[in-house]
């Protein structure tokens, strides 16, 4: 998968920076920490939204496994001061190794990219970078692959029982259309929390 992003950097970079992450992320934008903690971008693509986050005052690091896209993600956000690591789901050794915890995850049009037999490993790396109050925010693309990546279907209800077995809790499920207007295309966003942690809603 990492190949495919590679190859294809700048068409991509493109494509994620033309969508403005307030709209994208409309549904769970009053689930976000307050400012100065410690939040999480997995597959951060163009760093589109790491930097948003980082401008909105919080400590961003993001994980993207391809060089080009971290390349173009630098050249597209050149003031930002994200760290990047390299590093992919589902084991994610490199962030783990950091022993930090995150308020916030997040996993966007990544998920689809896990083949179902590593999901439950990825899903036990993301709670244990979580916070104890801290917030998960997984979206599912449901629909075709327009080209050569792979992509699996997931289903909310197979994601929510996921993260029940982790113990996570999940506090949304919303569903969206396509924000590109793409018939064939929507979207699901999960937030989730620690079962046994303190209510999010000390972080709003």
């Known amino acids: 998968m990492e190949k495919g992003y590679s190859?294809?950097?700048?068409?991509?970079?493109?494509?994620?920076?033309?969508?403005?992450?307030?709209?994208?992320?409309?549904?769970?934008?009053?689930?976000?920490?307050?400012?100065g903690a410690k939040?999480?971008?997995?597959?951060?693509?163009?760093?589109?939204?790491?930097?948003?986050?980082?401008?909105?005052?919080?400590?961003?690091?993001?994980?993207?496994?391809?060089?080009?896209?971290?390349?173009?993600?630098?050249?597209?956000?050149?003031?930002?001061?994200?760290?990047?690591?390299?590093?992919?789901?589902?084991?994610?050794?490199?962030?783990?190794?950091?022993?930090?915890?995150?308020?916030?995850?997040?996993?966007?049009?990544?998920?689809?990219?896990?083949?179902?037999?590593?999901?439950p490993a990825a899903m036990e790396s993301l709670a244990d970078l979580l916070d104890s109050k801290g917030v998960l925010i997984i979206t599912l693309r449901h629909g075709p692959s327009p080209d050569e990546r792979v992509m699996h279907p997931c289903s909310a209800q197979s994601l929510e029982k996921l993260a029940a077995e982790k113990e996570l809790k999940i506090i949304l499920n919303a569903d969206l259309p396509d924000l590109l207007g793409r018939d064939e295309v929507s979207w699901t966003h999960m937030a989730f929390t620690q079962a046994a942690g303190e209510s999010h809603e000390k972080y709003l």
Do not use: C
């Not at 991509?12 to 969508?19: D, H, L, Q």
């Open 39 to 119: 939040v999480l971008d997995v597959g951060a693509g163009s760093g589109r939204d790491a930097s948003w986050l980082e401008e909105r005052g919080y400590q961003a690091t993001a994980v993207e496994p391809s060089a080009a896209m971290r390349e173009r993600a630098r050249a597209l956000h050149p003031q930002s001061s994200v760290r990047w690591i390299d590093d992919s789901l589902p084991l994610l050794n490199t962030v783990l190794s950091l022993h930090e915890k995150f308020a916030l995850i997040l996993v966007n049009a990544v998920w689809i990219h896990v083949s179902p037999d590593q999901r």
């Open 7 to 35: 190859k294809n950097a700048g068409r991509y970079a493109s494509f994620y920076e033309g969508v403005s992450p307030e709209q994208t992320y409309a549904p769970w934008l009053h689930l976000l920490p307050r400012p």
